[in-house]
């Protein structure tokens, strides 16, 4: 079955510092992958889509990367701020509109 | 439009008790999905509108789950006889038809039930 493995423990980084979070999928290939960020009790903000045919997409401080032979995203933010701490989710895409989304990764960048 | 609203925000019921929440998508988007969410987890599908047609359910929704979106605009997700393992986070999200098929959504605040 579709499977979307995201970083389990939270990631705490230092100010400044970049943050590397890890989305990986098995038993399918995405046409797109897509990145949300999400505050505690608040719904989903989409940040960044990437296509199969884009090995990286930035925007501002936020980059992403598709490897599709590792089936693996890297979704990185530079220049870390306090205010980027929330939870990170990534949703490859399934091939239709439903949408499977990863558990996420909880980050907590300290000032 | 400032975005996609849910109603209500919270709701408390006890065990047996048929619930309904409200959602309002961004008027433009004909695209229309229910999701629910637990802690520590990431949002689940539940279902997906595309105007008033509901062309995809989850297999995991009981036959207790029922949503509905007349007339394509605003949606109703209905929880008859709920049970204590139906306390979540209920989200809805809207999206535009875009061409190229990219799937961006705009989530609302989203309904916490709490089901005792």
Known sequence: SQKIEQNSEALNIQEGKTATLTCNYTNYSPAYLQWYRQDPGRGPVFLLLIRENEKEKRKERLKVTFDTTLKQSLFHITASQPADSATYLCAPNTGGFKTIFGAGTRLFVKA | DTGVSQDPRHKITKR?????????????HNRLYWYRQTLGQGPEFLTYF????QLEKS??????FSAERPKGSFSTLEIQRTEQGDSAMY????????????????FGPGTRLTVL
């Open chain 2, 59 to 64: 297999r995991l929704l009981s036959d207790r």
């Open chain 2, 16 to 28: 047996g008790q048929n619930v309904t929440f409200r959602c309002d998508p961004i008027s433009e």
């Open chain 2, 91 to 106: 989200l809805c999200a809207s999206s535009p038809v875009l061409t190229g098929g990219s799937n961006e959504q705009f």
């Open chain 2, 50 to 53: 595309q105007n008033e047609a």
